[in-house]
C-alpha cells in the first residue's frame, strides 16, 4: 500500500503571498490531518477532515484553511504568508475509528 | 504549562545499550499513546500505538503507559546506530479523533 503523499516537497514564497499544499492520504483511509513543524514549537495540529468536513481544528489564526475532496485527498492554504510561517508541514491519515496516524514527508516551506 | 512534557534529552549511548525515553502529561482524556521516530528532514514514523494503560512489546521496542501517573515510556534494547534519530510521543483522546498532541522530542544517538 503507498503511503501519505505529499506536494510539493520544497517551496519558497515571500512575505503576503499565498500558498497551498496538497496531501494524498493512503488507500482507503478517510481522516487527514495537518500539522506545522517548528523548531521552537514542535509539532502543532493545524486542522483534521474526515468525508470532507472539519472536524477538529488547532490554534492558528485563520490565514489558515484547508478542504478535503471526495476522494478525501486533502488541501491546506496560507494566505498571506509571514516570516514565521516557515515550516515543515506535515500530514497525516488515519483508517477510520483510529487514532494511529501515518504521516508524509512533509513540505518545507520558506518564508523570505 | 505543556499538556505533554517530553525528556528533552539529548541522550547518547553506546551501541547494544538499553535507552528509555520518557513522557508526562497533564490530560486525564488522553488515551491513545503512540512513540514516532523522525530522521533528520524526513516526516514521523509511527513506532508503537497503545490504547490506554499497559506494556506493548514490538521486537526490540517496548511500550508502557501509567495512566494512574500520566506517564508513558518507550525502551529500545540492544540499540543500533540506525536507531540514532528524533523520538516523539504523542496523545489523543477519544473525543478527538485525529487531533494528536506531541511532545517536543527526544534526540537519540547510539554510537557505534
Known amino acids: 500500500k503507498a503511503g501519505v503523499t505529499q506536494t510539493p516537497r520544497y517551496l519558497i514564497k515571500t512575505r503576503g503571498q499565498q500558498v497551498t499544499l496538497s496531501c494524498s492520504p493512503i488507500s482507503g483511509h478517510r481522516s487527514v490531518s495537518w500539522y506545522q513543524q517548528t523548531p521552537g514549537q514542535g509539532l502543532q495540529f493545524l486542522f483534521e477532515y474526515f468525508s470532507e468536513t472539519q472536524r477538529n481544528k488547532g490554534n492558528f489564526p485563520g490565514r489558515f484553511s484547508g478542504r478535503q475532496f471526495s476522494n478525501s485527498r486533502s488541501e491546506m492554504n496560507v494566505s498571506t504568508l509571514e516570516l514565521g510561517d516557515s515550516a515543515l508541514y506535515l500530514c497525516?491519515?488515519?483508517?477510520?475509528?483510529?487514532?494511529?496516524?501515518?504521516f508524509g514527508p512533509g513540505t518545507r516551506l520558506t518564508v523570505l | 504549562q505543556k499538556e505533554v512534557e517530553q525528556d528533552p534529552g539529548p541522550l547518547s549511548v553506546p551501541e547494544g545499550a538499553i535507552v528509555s525515553l520518557n513522557c508526562t502529561y497533564s490530560?486525564?482524556?488522553?488515551?491513545?499513546f503512540m512513540w514516532y521516530r523522525q530522521y533528520s528532514r524526513k516526516g514521523p514514523e509511527l513506532l508503537m500505538y497503545?490504547?490506554?494503560?499497559g506494556n506493548k512489546e514490538d521486537g526490540r521496542f517496548t511500550a508502557q503507559v501509567d495512566k494512574s501517573s500520566k506517564y508513558i515510556s518507550l525502551f529500545i534494547r540492544d540499540s543500533q546506530p540506525s536507531d540514532s534519530a528524533t523520538y516523539l510521543c504523542?496523545?489523543?483522546?477519544?473525543?478527538?479523533?485525529?487531533?494528536?498532541?506531541f511532545g517536543d522530542g527526544t534526540t537519540l544517538t547510539v554510537k557505534p
Open positions: 497525516a491519515s488515519s483508517p477510520d475509528n483510529y487514532n494511529e496516524q501515518f
Open positions: 497503545t490504547y490506554s494503560s
Open positions: 504523542a496523545m489523543s483522546a477519544l473525543t478527538n479523533a485525529g487531533k494528536s498532541t
Open positions: 490530560n486525564s482524556a488522553f488515551q491513545y
